[in-house]
């Protein structure tokens, strides 16, 4: 691997996507969208539908979900004149940055966040938020302007009413910006995964819109079994790439967390073909991954994973998992935790080195975008033939849309 992966063409990765293939609701039910099924192997697609997929899994094989679960994070407030301002909560700055602690907190907040007709914001606004039989009043404070999101102060006077509790309230599912319309009351349910269990993304891990709790018992069932790690998806997933070369990209920072436990049954199933759902799942644990391997070398900053550090550092892979995963836990255990708490920016290209992931479950992608990159990692250049057939065959595309199995 070498510097070389900084000059791939983002035009080399454009696909013609034509606005009425774009799904804008979900199917009717979660697993009963289309599944396209490519073996590598034996260099075969194949079309099924979603609540098929144990039929092509067996014990051989165990998938790992992401249960971040999405917040109502756009908020539409008027000022004093009526002027419209949206506020898209990215994420926590203060008094803490950790997801699940600062939708506890009671009483003040600051977020960064994206501001829609940040001009006419010259003043704090109030937001009447109607919890229950009361009425919560939020006051907001636009602070410093930060690579265009801007650092903003939530207060209300309520000491029993969490941050948590009004946003979800009063905000608005945070829909995909390809998708042209007002959210609506259903998508509260189904741009949610079924799993979802810890408040923090404004993005849903949309691989995982399909799975129904039948389904997963069903999977269980064939042996397959399930685990789940934690990354809380941020806006900057839809980020087009606007330079040539993907070098001159700057890939947006996710936070990760995964358990003690879960290490030991990487370790445990080391002999198991793993597979992602999802493309956020794929970047948590090859970003799990180049963690140990920094713990192992004694790297600095070892719980952040820079954009490029994994392809300017050949040693990072010539530690093995096994090395890899025991320095975490050294790591942990050094430390009296059973949570390990990272950040990642890594961009996985088609010519990343993968240690973890086998296989992928994933929806499909914008035309020149990164996550188009990340499934060129594992087909090749078979994503354009892949592509094709879906266009061919009235597949849906995108967060809501249909979804691929690739092992």
């Avoid at 289309?34 to 590598?40: M, V």
């Avoid at 051989?60 to 506020?87: C, D, Y």
């Avoid at 829609?116 to 404070?141: C, F, Q």
Wanted: a negative charge; charged letters at 25%; hydrophobic letters at 35%.
């Amino acid at each position: 691997m070498t510097d070389n992966s900084r000059n791939i063409r983002i035009e080399d990765y454009d696909y013609a996507l034509p606005e009425s293939r774009i799904a804008y609701y979900p199917a009717t039910e979660r697993d009963r969208s289309k599944l396209l099924i490519f073996n590598k192997k034996e260099d075969k697609i194949t079309d099924a539908v979603f609540h098929q997929l144990p039929d092509y899994l067996s014990e051989k094989q165990w998938l790992v979900f992401n249960n971040s679960k999405v917040i109502h994070a756009r908020l539409l407030v008027h000022n004093a004149t009526g002027a419209a301002i949206e506020i898209f909560c990215l994420e926590p700055l203060s008094p803490s940055s950790d997801p699940a602690v600062a939708f506890t907190l009671t009483g003040s907040v600051t977020w960064k966040c994206m501001v829609g007709n940040a001009r006419k914001w010259k003043h704090p606004l109030e937001i009447e938020v109607p919890l229950g039989e009361r009425t919560v009043r939020v006051r907001a404070e636009r602070g410093e302007a930060i690579e265009g999101t801007f650092e903003v102060t939530f207060s209300w006077p309520d000491s029993d009413v969490s941050f948590a509790e009004w946003i979800e309230a009063y905000g608005k599912v945070p829909l995909p910006p390809y998708i042209h319309r007002e959210a609506e009351e259903s998508d509260t349910e189904r741009y949610q995964t079924v799993y979802a269990r810890h408040d923090g993304s404004v993005a849903a891990p949309t691989a995982g819109l399909h799975f129904t709790d039948d389904l997963l018992r069903s999977l269980n069932a064939k042996g397959v079994e399930t685990e789940y790690v934690t990354l809380h998806v941020g806006a900057g997933t839809f980020k087009p790439v606007s330079s040539e070369t993907i070098g001159g990209h700057f890939m947006h920072e996710e936070k990760i967390l995964i358990t003690e436990d879960f290490i030991h049954k990487m370790l445990k199933n080391s002999d198991k073909q793993l597979i992602a759902v999802g493309t956020t799942v794929t970047r948590t644990l090859e970003s799990l991954f180049v963690v140990g391997a920094k713990l192992h070398l004694g790297m600095e900053n070892p719980l952040f994973v820079g954009q490029w550090e994994t392809y300017d550092n050949p040693k990072i892979h010539e530690v093995t998992v096994n090395q890899s995963l025991t320095a975490i836990l050294d790591y942990l255990k050094q430390h009296d935790t059973d949570m390990l708490r990272a950040s990642t920016c890594l961009i996985i290209l088609p010519t990343y080195t993968r240690h973890l992931v086998n296989g992928l479950i994933t929806n499909f992608h914008q035309p020149k975008s990164t996550l188009l990159l990340l499934i060129s990692n594992f087909l090749g250049d078979n994503w354009r033939r892949i592509y094709q057939h879906a266009l061919d065959h009235e597949y849906r595309f995108l967060s809501y849309g249909d979804s691929n199995l690739y092992f």
